[in-house]
C-alpha cells in the first residue's frame, strides 16, 4: 500500500458529482480538505490556467490523494473504496456489483445540467437551448425507475449502501431544482427519502458545505 | 462462482459502446453470441417492447450473462473482467485502475452521437441542432490529450492494455466519421495506431460484424 495522505477535493457545494465524493468520504469515514471551485464567479474559476494545470478536464470534482490527482467522480469513489477502510461501498457479489456500476452510469453518463452550461462557456460557438438543461430528468427517470425496481432491496442494489445510492441522491436534488415531480417514481422517491435520513448523506448536503452562501443554508 | 453461461450481446455494428464490448470479449478470449439491434431501421428496434423488456434503458448494448441482464458498457467490461480468466483489463494498482476508470469515464460520459439522435427520438419534444452531435468531439479531445500525455506508455495507461484502450479505439472511430482530424492531437494518434493493430481489435471491428452491411465491409 502506498503512503496514504489527507485527500483534498477540489469542488463546488452544489455540483452533484462533488456531492457524491463527499458522501464517499463521509460513508468511508475519510476525512478530507475542500477547496471551493466556484463554477459561477469569475466566469467559472475552474476554466482559470491554475485550475487547468490540476485538472485538464476543467470540471470538478478533482481530488488530490496519494500522490496524484483524480478527476470523474466514480473513479475517485472507486479508488477510495479500494485504497480505504471502513464499509464497501460496492458489494462483494460481482453480479450487484455490475448492477451498483450499471445504475451508477446510468445517472452519471447523462446530461449535467452544470456542466452543460459549462461547456456551453467554453466551446463558444455552441449554444443549447435552455430546455436541454430539462433533458436528463424528462428521458431518463423512466428507465432507471424500471432498474431500481428490480435491483433494489432498502437500497438501490439490495441492502447495503452501495455507489448507486451515491450518485442516486444528487440527482434527485438536481431533478427537484428543476421542478421535476419526482413522485411519478415511487422507487426513486422512496430511495431517496431512506438515503436522506443516513448522516452521511446529510453532512455532505449541498446546503452545508463551507462554500454555500449564506442565503442557501439550512 | 456462480455457473457461468456463454455470454449474448445485443448490440449494434457500429454502436461505439457496442464494440467497447466486443473488444473486451476478445481480449478475454470469452466466446459470445451476437444479437444485433439495428439502432435505424424500423425507426429504431432498440424502442420496441420485445427490447424494452430485456433492457428497460432502451439501448445498446445489452449483454445477458450468467443469468442476468446488464447494460451500460463500463459496468459489463469490469464484469466480464472480474469473473473471467484471461488477461486482466484494470491494472492491479489501485492507482492505476483509477486512472484507467477515470479515462473510460471522460470518454463515457460525453455526448455520443447515436444516443443523441436515439434520444431525440425518444423524447420528441426536444430538437437537437444537427451540430451537437460534433459537440463531443470540439471540446473534449483537448483535455483527453492532456491527460493520456500523463498516464500513457505504450497504450493509455501505462504498458498494458486497459478498459481506457478499449473506450479509446471507438470513440476515435466515431471522431473520424465526423470528420474529425485526430491528427492534432499526437498522442491520441498514436496510442489509436497501436491499438488498431492488435487483433481483439481488429475482429471487434464494425466493418466486420453479422449485422454490417455489405457495402460497408471492408
Known amino acids: 500500500m502506498a503512503t496514504q ?3 483534498v477535493l477540489y469542488g463546488y457545494f452544489r455540483s452533484s458529482c462533488s456531492w457524491r465524493v463527499r458522501i ?9 480538505d475542500q477547496v471551493p471551485v466556484n463554477l459561477i ?12 494545470t ?6 470538478v470534482p478533482a481530488v488530490e490523494v496519494d500522490g496524484v490527482t483524480l478527476s470523474q467522480s466514480l473513479a475517485v469513489i472507486q479508488y477510495i473504496d479500494e485504497t480505504r477502510p471502513g464499509p464497501r461501498l460496492l458489494p462483494a457479489d460481482p453480479k450487484k456489483r455490475a448492477q451498483v456500476r450499471m445504475i451508477s452510469d446510468l445517472i452519471a453518463s447523462g446530461i449535467q445540467p452544470l456542466q452543460v452550461s459549462n461547456y456551453d462557456r467554453q466551446v463558444g460557438v455552441i449554444s443549447f437551448p435552455k430546455h436541454i438543461a430539462n433533458f436528463k430528468f424528462i428521458s431518463e427517470p423512466f428507465s432507471l425507475e424500471s432498474i431500481l425496481k428490480q ?3 432498502k437500497y438501490c ?11 442516486l441522491v444528487p440527482q434527485v436534488y438536481n431533478a427537484e431544482r428543476f421542478k421535476v415531480d419526482v413522485g411519478q417514481y415511487p422507487t426513486i422517491k422512496r430511495l431517496n427519502q431512506t438515503l436522506l435520513e443516513i ?7 449541498p446546503s452545508c458545505q463551507p462554500d454555500t452562501p449564506a442565503e ?3
Open 199 to 205: 448522516e452521511a448523506f446529510k453532512v455532505s448536503h
Open 24 to 32: 464517499a468520504f463521509a460513508l468511508k469515514g475519510v476525512e478530507y
Open 5 to 7: 495522505t489527507k485527500p
Open 157 to 167: 442494489v439490495g441492502d447495503e449502501i452501495s455507489m448507486a445510492d451515491i450518485c
Open 216 to 218: 442557501l443554508r439550512t
Open 151 to 153: 435491483t433494489s432491496g
Open 54 to 59: 490540476r485538472n485538464p478536464m476543467q470540471q
Open 41 to 52: 464567479k469569475d466566469g467559472g474559476q475552474q476554466l482559470t490556467e491554475q485550475y487547468k
